[in-house]
């Protein structure tokens, strides 16, 4: 006969079997990021212009404006990019140019994403007449036309820098990010978790705050790139027309100086072609890398 079996101790809890611990969901974003060619080769791209924007100035011999140089110089190893019609070198102007393109991307677009997010969440979440006020007047600037207010505007004041014209930009390009968010914030508002944030008594600004944003940070910094990106284009339209900064140097001034001085009809073309093609090659970059971001946080349209 075989021993009997000791009876298992009533008071001892049944040990629980052992559960595969799913990834982080940062550590799995970070896998596929990785691993998503559109956003490896966009964030590439924009943290090489960056680079040389932040690193090369300083150490450049001359200013953007100096006429040093005998004009209209093709490319050379001298100058890479040339030189203007007074002598003055593109490639010194074509950096700082980038610099300047890069803190109106960051100005106008992180003042869109501030008024546009922050209208987005209240009328969202507190719904009532507050939602129906705030869209109102969402829909009031959005029917405006943006780059004919930012043309009038420009042409009254008479003098203002990269920082007023990223603010005007910025003033005038949140209502679009404002309804985005306010359609995310409405549905996320009715979640069972946010409904216990209530009932716990915590205020709204800390509903909003803790447990709205977070779960929408992918959205919102996919929103800010496209609000970076169009704050970079109306910029460049107003420098193009003339109505820039009246100090500084951007790379829509480079082409309006060129168009300007005839370098179309002389046949200058890396006058006015580098320039553009800075331009197209950074907002490019970042709505390439805002379809790869897509990819990476939406699990449908993830590449294995």
Avoid: C
């Avoid at 890479?80 to 003055?88: E, L, R």
């Avoid at 029917?143 to 207010?149: E, N």
């Avoid at 985005?180 to 409904?195: G, K, P, T, Y």
């Avoid at 970079?232 to 168009?259: E, K, Y």
């Amino acid at each position: 006969m075989t021993a009997a079996q000791p009876l298992p101790d009533p008071t001892t809890a049944p040990e629980e079997p052992a559960v595969a611990t799913p990834k982080a969901p940062r550590l799995e974003a970070l896998y596929f990021a990785l691993r998503n060619p559109k956003l490896v080769v966009g964030l590439s791209i924009v943290l090489l212009f960056l680079l040389v924007g932040l690193v090369v100035p300083p150490f450049l011999e001359h200013t953007p404006g100096e006429r040093y140089a005998p004009p209209l110089l093709p490319p050379s190893a001298e100058h890479w990019f040339g030189t203007t019609q007074f002598g003055q070198d593109l490639f010194t102007q074509f950096v700082y140019g980038i610099r300047s393109t890069f803190l109106v991307g960051f100005l106008g677009g992180g003042i869109a994403a501030v008024i546009g997010m922050t209208i987005g969440f209240v009328a969202g979440y507190k719904g009532g007449w507050i939602d129906e006020v705030l869209n109102m007047l969402t829909n009031v600037v959005l029917v405006l036309p943006t780059l004919a207010v930012l043309f009038i505007i420009a042409a009254y004041v008479d003098s203002y820098g990269v920082v007023t014209q990223s603010f005007f930009i910025g003033m005038t390009s949140w209502p679009w990010a404002a309804r985005a968010v306010r359609s995310q914030a409405l549905s996320l508002s009715s979640r069972d978790f946010v409904d216990l944030a209530r009932l716990s008594g915590v205020r709204p600004w800390k509903i909003i705050v803790r447990d709205i944003a977070p779960n929408m940070s992918s959205y919102l910094f996919m929103t800010f790139i496209l609000l970076f990106g169009g704050a970079v284009l109306a910029a460049a339209g107003l420098d193009f027309v003339g109505l820039g900064p009246n100090d500084g140097m951007s790379l829509g001034l480079i082409m309006h100086q060129a168009v300007k001085w005839g370098a179309l009809q002389l046949g200058v073309w890396w006058w006015f072609v580098p320039p553009g093609l800075g331009i197209t090659a950074i907002v490019g970059s970042m709505y390439v890398m805002n379809v790869g971001l897509d990819e990476v946080f939406n699990p449908k349209l993830r590449e294995m």
